[in-house]
């Protein structure tokens, strides 16, 4: 014996709103305990109420059965995440009711009208509204699960849906068909889409001008809408055969991708089905030990949806994940179908430098063994041969106004110029391509003045390659690449977002941050932890982008009397902790020599000694091979750049006297020649000797030379193709000695300007 209470009642009692309801209607209070116990059926085996039951379904019946029960009770709703959207209990297509199909939340199957843990709700109360079931047909339906029987197959539900009941089956037209198949080709489950008319059968349009569709699953021959319990990926039979796996967001656009003889795929739903949630039920295996790229849409919800993803596939075991960045000035929800409508160059996209996420570590995989590293080993690259290495973090260390910024710059636009047989840091610049140059202390004028003493023939116009230059002065400051925060030392959004433009940007070699110490907002000085931070940081910059990345940065302040030797004092005298040098690939030092040592070297290569005009340098720190040796620079007057003597220094201490002296004469001429005052050769070398006598610059070394010998120097300079002679139309048959690659070979020295000076 039971009693049955009229549903409509109980709706009443425990605040269901009805079809009529409004969001402001109020709602009653929960129900009491005697309406609860007033809810009762029984059997022949034994009496239950509703809580109980309830309580029972919630233990033995499957989630994913309850869930394809909702779908197919109510075929107008619509799944959006982890909710369940209806217009009411009683059907209607809406978004009043949400109900919840996380089966890990506490109010799984509960709705918004009824979240109270004491409440009628749950699937009871779902079939009781929906299909007008009455608590005994609810008991029956789950009898197989609640005895411990075998289930019932699912499709046999639908037996119990009234005929009237409006809801789509298998057999209603449809705009598009994706069938999602296992490794063996066998079909697994129909992903249809129905495209939402109008009454004259015009699609309905979204905000996005985008037609509004509806995709429906139908799974395990069911004539009606069923979720798999397991959401395999799409195109699994290709994703087995392939190395490289694209993923989007949805059947079209893998279709689209595969169609051009990409391998894609996609999750079932959607972007919005995936999410912490539900990402149980999803099944990313066929990932495995896969190269993956992600593509997602451009919105919030896109980019969202992508980290998961790659979480998931990390945990799968991929081989690698990367994702890409929609390019600049997409519309809005911009995908792969909008890209091929457009013309856009897709390959270039896909094979554009992306950011790479790091992947787990499994030291089960074998695929960390040592047995993979048989054969060739890859060459190491040099961005300057044997000097500065391709793809790494640099740290290029000097005191200040030592002319630091003159180097990265000069290094910059000879990387970008393409030209070969260019020298830099004391060797030969072996890769070209795109360079950066982030300035924080030089605005545009400077960098203009000093770009045009680097190259005053204005050659750069047509550089090979590209110079991009941010004089952060003129764009509103600094920005810091990394900052410390409350949690601990992060990326800032300036630079997340500066970023991934850089990631764009396609055969970059050169990326200069100048100075460290403005775009670091942590102490590396002093906290080992902030330079471990930023190193790592560097170093994966340097491994996305396949630049150099070189850092600036100043040395310790030192006493007057302390003199640098070796690159060893160097490398010391780099500020920052220890974990600063220790973390990245390689470090150049740049230091002043002493002033004896200046003068001396300035002597010997015939030149003015000037205070901060010597300097040696060299790598005091590297992973792989490197020139080790000390160079030696000296600072051109009027560039300001310092350049590598070290090949006539060393010409000079190991040659013979007649080489010393011709080097020495060679730069004596050429120095006269760029200060405006040539000398001539009118009548063999007298007008040198005079010169000589009364020019205090002259090179000592010259002091014991005789006419003859002069004489002897310029044949031999000029034979080798350093020096030449001028003539002018008004120069009255006097002939001037210039250098081959000077002001007069360019046509920019004006006769009247020479002097003797005899």
Avoid at 52 to 78: F, H, N, W
Avoid at 273 to 301: C, G, Q, Y
Avoid at 602 to 620: H, M, P, S, T, W
Wanted: glycine share 8%; hydrophobic share 35%.
């Amino acid at each position: 014996m039971c009693l049955i209470v009229d549903f409509v009642s109980i709706q009443t009692l425990v605040g269901v709103k009805g079809n009529g309801d409004t969001e402001g209607s109020k709602v009653p209070p929960p129900p009491t305990e005697m309406v609860m116990n007033i809810i009762k059926f029984g059997n022949n085996k034994r009496s239950m109420d509703s809580k109980e039951l309830v309580e029972m379904i919630s233990q033995k019946v499957p989630a994913s059965v309850q869930i394809d029960m909702l779908r197919e009770t109510y075929p107008q709703g619509v799944v959006r995440g982890d909710q369940f959207t209806i217009g009411s209990l009683h059907g209607e297509a809406g978004k009043s009711l949400k109900i919840d199909i996380n089966p890990r939340s506490p109010y799984f199957m509960k709705g918004q009208d009824f979240n109270g843990a004491d409440g009628v709700g749950g699937i009871v109360k779902i079939l009781m509204e929906g299909r007008n079931m009455k608590l005994p047909e609810v008991k029956e339906l789950f009898a197989s699960y609640l005895d411990n029987e075998a289930p019932q197959p699912v499709e046999s539900i639908s037996s119990i849906i009234k005929p009237e009941a409006k809801q789509i089956n298998i057999n209603t037209p449809y705009d598009s068909e994706h069938r999602y198949l296992n490794a063996q080709g066998e079909l697994l489950c129909l992903v249809r889409r129905y495209n939402d008319v109008d009454q004259d059968g015009n699609p309905i349009l979204d905000s996005h001008g985008k037609p509004k569709k509806e995709f429906r699953q139908f799974t395990g021959g069911s004539n009606y809408p069923r979720m798999p319990d397991v959401r395999p990926l799409y195109n699994i039979p290709n994703i087995i055969a392939s190395e490289k796996i694209i993923w989007v967001e949805g059947e079209k656009c893998a279709d689209a991708l595969n169609d051009l003889g990409y391998t894609a795929t996609c999750t079932m739903g959607g972007a919005g089905m995936l999410s912490r949630k539900s990402a149980n039920l999803f099944d990313f295996s066929p990932l495995h030990e896969k190269e993956l790229v992600i593509w997602p849409d451009n919105d919030t919800a896109g980019r969202k949806v992508a980290e998961l993803v790659q979480e998931l596939a990390l945990n799968a075991g991929v081989k690698s994940v990367t994702t890409l960045t929609p390019p600049r000035g997409k519309p809005e929800r911009w995908d792969v179908v909008d890209a091929i409508a457009e013309q856009f160059n897709i390959n270039e996209f896909l094979n554009t430098n992306v950011k790479q996420v790091k992947k787990n570590i499994n030291l089960l995989d074998d695929s960390l063994l040592i047995n993979r590293f048989v054969g060739q080993a890859p060459e190491q690259k040099f961005l300057i041969a044997n000097t500065l290495p391709l793809a790494v973090p640099i740290i290029f260390s000097a005191a200040g106004d030592s002319g630091k910024g003159m180097m990265t710059l000069d290094l910059a636009m000879k990387v970008s110029s393409g030209q070969s047989m260019q020298e830099s840091f004391g060797g030969m610049i072996s890769e070209f391509g795109n360079s950066i140059i982030f300035t924080a202390e030089d605005d545009e004028a400077e960098m203009h003045r000093r770009i045009e003493r680097l190259d005053v023939d204005g050659n750069r116009v047509e550089y090979e390659h590209e110079l991009r230059i941010v004089s952060l002065p003129n764009v509103g400051g600094v920005f810091p690449i990394l900052q410390e925060t409350h949690d601990g030392y992060r990326t800032s959004d300036e630079f997340d977002k500066i970023y991934e433009q850089i990631l764009q940007m396609k055969n970059l070699k050169l990326i200069v941050f100048d100075p460290l110490a403005s775009f670091v907002h942590a102490d590396v000085n002093s906290d080992p932890a902030a330079g471990a931070a930023l190193t790592g940081l560097l170093a994966q910059i340097a491994t996305e982008t396949g630049a150099s990345v070189i850092m600036c940065h100043h040395m310790t302040k030192v006493k007057e009397d302390l003199v640098v030797n070796t690159p060893e004092q160097a490398r010391n005298m780099i500020r920052g902790t220890s974990a600063l040098v220790d973390g990245v690939r390689c470090a150049f030092a740049l230091w002043q020599v002493d002033e004896a040592t200046g003068r001396r070297r300035c002597q010997d290569l015939g030149i003015e000694y000037k205070r901060n005009k010597c300097f040696d340098g060299a790598v005091v720190k590297s992973n792989g091979p490197a020139n080790r040796n000390i160079r030696h620079f000296i600072r051109d007057e009027y560039s300001g750049l310092l350049i590598d003597k070290s090949d006539d220094i060393s010409r000079l201490h190991s040659g013979t006297n007649k080489e010393i002296k011709k080097t020495a004469l060679f730069n004596w001429i050429a120095d006269c020649e760029r200060e405006g005052r040539a000398m001539t050769q009118q009548s063999g070398a007298d007008a040198i000797m005079q010169r000589m006598s009364a020019d205090t610059d002259a090179p000592k070394v010259l002091n014991n030379c005789t006419q003859r010998m002069i004489d002897g120097l310029v044949r031999e300079l000029i034979q080798e193709g350093r020096l030449a002679k001028y003539s002018f139309s008004t120069s009255g048959g006097r002939k001037w000695l210039g250098t081959i690659d000077g002001a007069m070979s360019r046509g920019e020295y004006e006769a009247t300007t020479a002097r003797d000076n005899v």
